[in-house]
């Protein structure tokens, strides 16, 4: 059994990591060892793992405490669940290390311990990817995406398990939670959108839609065309070409719900159209219509919406 790892990979419960994690060691030359506070170790072991690290499950913080304390191995390959991409950060931090999030694979530019590593992570919302060269001598925390590359090939080898303490309390303790900014939030995640289209006229109207959506705690969409003039940025786009959204409460200004916006909101619940033609598509699909000029109804929303909460 060495006394230092070529890659430890930190594991929440699936062990795919650790196939990666197996692969990457065979280039680099050396050994793997799997982290986990909840993982079956003869699974980790299956997959190639020589050391099991068996952490206190107390935390992000407190096991990148335990991890941070290991003989510096070339490189931590971490799951990327939300644990994970909790825990990564907060090791580099220690380490001062390169700390890559969302990665799709990390390969070696080389064989032996020397070789640089390069790491390929989703870019664009899925549409590309970027490649980091980490060079030998640098040391990394890299999470990866999980999910993706399936169960790890089998690598079946005995296991020595190991209790891993922690040097150290939690350096960070959570006091409050705060909740998402609705104005920035991805617009997948977003609990009401309010979305503009072509059926506002001019981009001048952009400035009271927004406000209508900082009232209704909403984030703000579009249809395609506002991107494509520049109105708004590419993300904000709702549609086949664009962003897949699933709100409670979606509405939709000045918006004809062609085929290709509709796709993006099959899972929204509640739709509320404005709109001057009362024969469209997008009146079609919601809930609730209404048939207005949109440079009238927004700002009398925004009038109305005010009053109600006292502001002048
Ligand atoms: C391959 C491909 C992919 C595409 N992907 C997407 C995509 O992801 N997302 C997307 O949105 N589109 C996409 N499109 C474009 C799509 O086909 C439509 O052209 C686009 O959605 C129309 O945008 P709109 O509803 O804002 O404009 P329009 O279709 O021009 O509709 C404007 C609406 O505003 C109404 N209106 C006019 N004046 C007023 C007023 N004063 N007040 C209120 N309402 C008014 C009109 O009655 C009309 O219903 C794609 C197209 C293609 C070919």
Redesign the pocket.
Known sequence: MSETAAVVAWVEDDPEVVGDAAELAERLGGEVWAATAAAAPDALAAAGAARVLLLDGAGAEVGAAALAGLPAPRVFLVAGTPAGNDLAPRLAGRLGATCLLDCARVLAAGEGPAADLVVERWAYDDRAQERWLVPAGAPAVVALRPGSRGAPRPRPRPAEVVRLESPAGPRARRRRRLPADPGSVRLAEAERIVA??????SRDLLPVVAELARLLGAAVG?????ADRGWVPFER??????QQVSPRLYLA?????????L??LRAAETVVA????PA?P?MARATLAAV????Q?VPALVRCLRERRGDR
């Open positions: 503009a289209g072509l059926g506002i006229g579009a249809s395609r065309p506002l786009q709702i549609g086949t070409t664009g200004i000045g918006i004809s719900g062609a085929t290709q916006h796709g993006g404005v709109n001057t033609d469209c997008m207005g000029d949109a440079s109804v």
